[in-house]
């Protein structure tokens, strides 16, 4: 996990805390600057009473699409996003590329299956807090069209 945050995500590793966990085993809390000071934090489980059978996944680990729980990041800009996707598909990583008409985002998966995504602004005059807090409490909201994709596989990218 941490060369993919490190190396991929370019993400800085500032922190490592370790302690106890369950009976017999320890944890290592990491901790990755994101950038503007902000960090992301994951916990490396080590104790051998822990069940094999559990996943990390904050989504499919639960049953659901992997698209419901993920972390998004901020993107400047359209450059950006182009650099970012390029980094993570030069270290074999696949990326798929979404355009929600008013902002543009770049989604891959970590190795624990968690969803990852980088976002940019595409429309400065998309905010319409009005608009958001009916949509947010109408039970049966008309649902948008799906935004378009494009899916970029590492193992097509020349290195």
């Not at 950038?35 to 994951?42: D, R, S, T």
């Not at 659901?64 to 993920?70: A, D, E, F, K, Y």
């Not at 970590?110 to 949509?135: H, K, M, Q, S, W």
Request: aromatic residues 12%; negative net charge; charged residues 25%.
């Amino acid at each position: 996990m941490g060369e993919f945050y490190t190396a991929a995500m370019g993400f800085e590793l500032v922190k490592v805390a370790v302690g106890p966990a369950g009976k017999r085993g320890f944890a290592k809390h990491l901790f990755y600057d994101t950038g503007n000071g902000e960090l992301i934090a994951f916990w490396d489980l080590h104790d051998p009473d822990f069940t094999a059978d559990w996943s990390p996944a904050i989504a499919t680990g639960l049953g659901l699409p992997p698209w419901t729980n993920h972390v998004a990041f901020h993107a400047v800009d359209r450059a950006d996003i182009d650099r970012r996707r390029e980094r993570w598909l030069a270290h074999g990583v696949d990326v798929m590329e979404v355009d929600h008409g008013w902002c543009l985002s770049i989604c891959a998966t970590d190795p624990n299956g968690i969803l990852v995504e980088f976002c940019t602004t595409t429309d400065p005059d998309y905010a319409d807090r009005a608009e958001a807090e009916r949509l947010l409490a109408d039970p049966a909201p008309p649902q948008d069209p799906r935004p378009p994709t494009r899916t970029f596989r590492a193992a097509d990218y020349p290195r």
